[in-house]
């Protein structure tokens, strides 16, 4: 690793988002469902949250980019007393009321802005050109996934989801400490701004008329993160539909995340590959996760199921965004990347809506095979979307974290 790295410091921030992330959106519902919240109710609260913070988050990171004296980790140091300060409301408010789903929901949006705005720290990186390899620091960052989301699971059986707020504040002095060296290691390392693109980015609207098939792939991508998005939000559903609990929540996490480590940490498996096949995988390997999900009969199935998120969810991260860079003109990467993270978005904003109401009207069964029939519509459209490329030969980017 050479001296000028960014790995080591930038792993510790990963590792302090997926923690975060953990608490905040993981085990949400959870603590929503123990505190009186109907499935329908916590879907809106998690919709909300997810819908501001996606339009907080890129607003936060163009407000970096035109002003370069807000750099990327003192932005993020207003939403961390922001979330200090909700956490301490879920502590004196732990119960059904309007002021709490309130409070949990504009938590949420901040957590996620701030896991969107600390991947401008890539960025930043980039233009200096000073290495960071985020293959390792996305793996580091499941791997402490797997550690909290264990010890949360038998935590939160044990002495009850009441205990999450405070876990939530000593997560987020950790990722204090994590932000600040971040910010200290880049600019102590700060090299040359390397030159950007001549040409000037096209209209939302032209882009759309330029690459009609890029469009096509985001739509099928809403659906088949609407699926994903659902089994996410309300995995503690899945979880008692088979016998399971909060502390069977936590090792399902571990499992996920376990599965999906050696794909994060050898990312550059997308080197002399073609991306399109890879992402193409991984769409049909979404429908294949969905269907088994849907009738695992007992736990051991569930979680076998679950270790489809290895050759689903993990390809498509290490696969979308030097798709993206391959496909799109440069001047417009970062439109399209945009675009990317918005439609997930907007994915799990409607699954929280949809799937909250159809979990409350309809059996676990029932509310699965719609979601799942829905993925399948998805990965034909994604499939009909996706162009053929040719290997690649440089790293893959970073790519949005979605726990």
Not at 287 to 301: D, E, R, V, W, Y
Request: charged letters at 10%.
């Amino acid at each position: 690793m050479r001296k000028d790295s960014l790995t080591l410091p930038y792993s510790l921030v990963q590792a302090t988002v997926c923690m975060c992330f953990c608490v905040a959106i993981s085990f949400s519902a959870t603590h929503m469902q123990e505190m009186g919240f109907s499935n329908t109710e916590l879907g809106i609260v998690i919709a909300a949250g997810n819908l501001f913070g996606s339009l907080l988050g890129p607003a936060l990171a163009s407000l970096s980019e035109k002003n370069p004296r807000f750099e990327t980790a003192a932005l993020n140091l207003p939403l961390f007393a922001l979330r200090a300060l909700f956490l301490f409301g879920l502590i004196f408010i732990p119960r059904h009321t309007l002021a709490t789903a309130v409070i949990y929901a504009v938590y949420i949006a901040v957590t996620i802005a701030v896991n969107s705005l600390n991947l401008k720290f890539c960025v930043d990186a980039e233009l200096r050109g000073l290495p960071l390899d985020f293959g390792i620091a996305r793996g580091i960052g499941s791997l402490a996934y797997v550690f909290l989301s264990s010890v949360l699971g038998i935590f939160t059986q044990r002495f009850t989801t009441t205990i999450l707020p405070y876990v939530g504040l000593a997560m987020l002095l950790l990722q204090v400490a994590a932000n600040s060296w971040m910010g200290r290691a880049l600019n102590r390392k700060s090299a040359p701004v390397l030159a950007m693109p001549l040409e000037q980015p096209v209209s939302l609207l032209r882009f759309f008329r330029k690459e009609p098939r890029f469009s096509v792939l985001m739509l099928g991508l809403l659906l088949i993160f609407f699926f994903h998005s659902t089994g996410a939000t309300f995995m503690i559903n899945l979880i008692q539909n088979v016998g399971g609990n909060a502390e069977t929540l936590g090792y399902l996490g571990v499992i996920q995340a376990l599965s999906e480590i050696p794909v994060m940490l050898f990312s550059r498996l997308v080197k002399g590959k073609r991306v399109s096949a890879l992402l193409s995988f991984s769409f049909v390997m979404f429908l294949a996760k969905g269907l088994s999900i849907t009738f695992a009969p007992n736990i051991p199935l569930l979680f076998a199921a679950h270790t489809l998120q290895s050759v689903s969810f993990a390809v498509y991260t290490c696969a979308v965004v030097p798709y993206i860079n391959t496909v799109i003109a440069p001047q417009d990467a970062a439109k399209a990347q945009s675009m990317g993270f918005s439609v997930t978005t907007l994915a799990a904003v409607l699954a929280s809506l949809i799937s909250g109401r159809l979990f409350d009207i309809c059996s676990v069964r029932t509310t699965m095979l719609i979601v799942t029939t829905v993925c399948a519509v998805g990965v034909v459209i994604s499939l009909a979307g996706v162009k053929r490329t040719e290997p690649v030969k440089g790293p893959n980017a970073p790519a949005e974290p979605a726990l």
